[in-house]
Each structure stands twice: as structure tokens, then as C-alpha cells.
């Protein structure tokens, strides 16, 4: 066991989708259902290239299915799009990914908070933590309504770490994709990538790669602060 000088200032912070759950097949068909219902464009790799960023960037900038500056348009399509995707969580459930139980019970039973992080919107955040049975273990969680501005920029993990009342530089997030680790390392934070989404050779400038959270031990975190 880590240190408690070290317990009593460590903070953990986690991306949701492909981190502690893994719901990319549903955002996928609820974005492929919304374009085919509406007659708008969308490929593979517009879908690919938009995970991990708020619906605000992804659907003007990615997508291109409204203007920059038509806000009521983005919104609606956006609200659309993610109350299919709530429906198909509660229709097929939902379960954490391997790994995450174990060390969210290993940071409760250490006393260290953790924090969400996501761009996705706060109702998406406490549906998939309560269907994945994951709620109980958050002190708090930050989401896109939350922030002015999106991952890469580091606003969401800064927030998340305020949260729980911990310095930036005392918290690791975990992330699975390339904007959130660039949004981690801009808030000064240590970051361990999970490639549940990405390959482990795609990722640079982090702190551990991992496949799965199960590999994740309280000493390996603590041996990254040393």
C-alpha cells in the first residue's frame, strides 16, 4: 500500500466511454439511425475521427451537418442523437468494462475520491453509471454542460479534479482517446491510456499503457508520482 502522505493528496480521474464502459456500438447506430432517419451524410470515419469530442465540435466541424454558428440546429440534432442512444443502453444494458470494479473498490477502500470526466451529456454520464452499477463509487462527475470548451482543452479534467477537491497535479486520468490524453497532459495531470479504442503504438507523450484496468495496482500508481 501506497504511502498515506500519498493517499491523502491522490485523486483519480476517468473518461467514461471505453474506459469504464464500453458503449461505442451504440453511439455508432444512434448516430447511423439519426443520419439515415434525417438523409444526412455520415462515413466510418467521421464516426471514428468524433469520439471522444462534444456533440458542439462533432456535429458543425466533423460531421458538417450544421453551421458553426447555427446553435438551435446543433442542439437539436445532438439531443436527438443521444436520446436514441440512452434507449439502446436501457434496452441492452450495460456492463463495466474488466478490470473496473476491482480498482474502483481498491481507490473506495483506500479512501482516495474519483471523478468523471466525459463530453458526453450529464444524462448520458448518470444513466451509464447507474445501468453499469458504477454510481456509488463517484464523488462527482463533470460532462459536456459543464465546460465551455471541449477535450483536447484541458477545462472537463480540471473541473473533475475541483471536484474532489484535488491539485491537478496529484490526479491520473485514464483516457482511451488521443484528445482526452492531450486534454490530461494540459492540465497537468498523469495519464494512463487504455487501449480499448486506440492501439497502444498511437498513443504518446503518457504515463502507462494498459489494455484493461484490471493491470492497474494503487504501488503502480503511486511508483508514477516517485
Known amino acids: 500500500m501506497p504511502p498515506a502522505t500519498f493517499l491523502s493528496c491522490f485523486g483519480a480521474v476517468f473518461d467514461l466511454d471505453g474506459v469504464l464502459i464500453d458503449s461505442h456500438d451504440q453511439h455508432e447506430r444512434s448516430w447511423f439511425l439519426l ?21 458542439a ?55 482516495i475520491p474519483c471523478s468523471v470526466g466525459s463530453s458526453t451529456p450529464r ?3 448518470g444513466t451509464a453509471l447507474e445501468l453499469a452499477g458504477l454510481q456509488g463509487y463517484f464523488a462527482a462527475y463533470t460532462a459536456a454542460e459543464d465546460v465551455a ?47 480499448t479504442t486506440h492501439p497502444a503504438e498511437s498513443f504518446s507523450e503518457v ?4 489494455s484493461s484496468l484490471g493491470e492497474v495496482t494503487l504501488d503502480r500508481l503511486h511508483a508514477l508520482f516517485v
Not at 35 to 55: H, V
Open 207 to 210: 504515463d502507462w499503457i494498459v
Open 57 to 111: 465540435m462533432v456535429i458543425p466541424e466533423v460531421f458538417h451537418w450544421a453551421s458553426p454558428e447555427d446553435a438551435n440546429r446543433i442542439q437539436e440534432l445532438g439531443d436527438r442523437k443521444e436520446a436514441r442512444y440512452r434507449e439502446l443502453l436501457r434496452d441492452e444494458g450495460l456492463e463495466p468494462l474488466p478490470g473496473v470494479l476491482s480498482l474502483l473498490e481498491a481507490l473506495r477502500d483506500a479512501g
Open 123 to 125: 444524462q448520458n454520464v
Open 149 to 195: 470548451r471541449g477535450k483536447p482543452d484541458p477545462e472537463v479534467f480540471l473541473m473533475a479534479a475541483a471536484k474532489i477537491d484535488r491539485d491537478p497535479t496529484w490526479c491520473v486520468v485514464f483516457e482511451d482517446a488521443h484528445v482526452g490524453v492531450a486534454a490530461a497532459r494540459a492540465a497537468g495531470m498523469k495519464v494512463v491510456a487504455v487501449t
Open 35 to 55: 443520419a439515415d432517419e434525417l438523409g444526412l451524410p455520415l462515413t466510418k470515419e467521421q464516426f471514428k475521427i468524433s469520439f471522444g469530442m462534444r456533440n
